[in-house]
T-cell receptor
Framework: GDSVTQMEGPVTLSEEAFLTINCTYT??????LFWYVQYPGEGLQLLLK?????DKGSNKGFEATYRKETTSFHLEKGSVQVSDSAVYFC????????????FGAGTRLFVKA | GAVVSQHPSWVICKSGTSVKIECRSL??????MFWYRQFPKQSLMLMAT?????????EQGVEKDKFLINHASLTLSTLTVTSAHPEDSSFYIC????????????FGPGTRLTVL
């Protein structure tokens, strides 16, 4: 079945450092890919998405490119801030799966001032 | 963007009682709603999928009689945890889909349940 694998955390960075969180997926169909962010004590918020190969999703300085050839959707940000500290979830949703969203395990990011 | 609300945001109850959690799509009609459970520092575990007017589809290992799901309208789904026990304490999150081509789900803020 469909699955999402993302790098284990926690990831600890200093402010203004470059961030990469790796995410790879397996899917039988042509999924849409998502990154969600969860701040402490809160629900999930959609950070960005891409619906087809080579699409680049971007928001708040974060970006990720849908790479079908490597089945990847790595999250990047050029300069992180303390306020970016949160848990980041990579996810996919496949039409053939009835709109179910499959989540990765989540990567916790700590950004130090 | 589409907004999904949950009520209550947190609840504390005694062991053996039942708790109902509401999930509402505020500005769109949700053809499908999902219920997730999240343990501390873990990912979301899909519990069930519900379509308006039909019975929910539960994931393997989720007790149907313990976690009752009702999706009576296109804007409201409820999850009732029956005869709650301390091991049911968790963060419950719902999401709603309008069946968009992008397969996007919109998530509620979550409900933290603590069973004493």
């Amino acid at each position: 079945g469909d699955s999402v694998t993302q790098m284990e955390g926690p990831v600890t960075l200093s402010e203004e450092a470059f961030l990469t969180i790796n995410c790879t997926y397996t899917a039988t169909g042509y999924p849409s890919l998502f990154w969600y962010v969860q701040y402490p004590g809160e629900g999930l918020q959609l950070l960005l998405k891409a619906t087809k190969a080579d699409d680049k999703g971007s928001n708040k300085g974060f970006e990720a490119t849908y790479r079908k050839e490597t089945t990847s959707f790595h999250l990047e940000k050029g300069s992180v801030q303390v306020s970016d500290s949160a848990v980041y979830f990579c996810a996919l949703s496949d039409l053939t799966g009835g709109f179910k969203t499959i989540f990765g395990a989540g990567t916790r990011l700590f950004v130090k001032a | 963007g589409a907004v999904v609300s949950q009520h209550p945001s947190w609840v504390i109850c005694k062991s053996g009682t039942s708790v109902k959690i509401e999930c509402r799509s505020l500005d769109f009609q949700a053809t499908t709603m999902f219920w997730y459970r999240q343990f501390p520092k873990q990912s979301l575990m899909l519990m069930a999928t519900s379509n308006e007017g039909s019975k929910a589809t539960y994931e393997q290992g989720v007790e149907k009689d313990k976690f009752l799901i009702n999706h009576a309208s296109l804007t409201l789904s409820t999850l009732t945890v029956t005869s709650a026990h301390p091991e049911d304490s968790s963060f419950y999150i719902c999401s709603a889909s309008a069946g968009l081509a992008s397969n996007e789900q919109f998530f509620g803020p979550g409900t933290r349940l603590t069973v004493l």
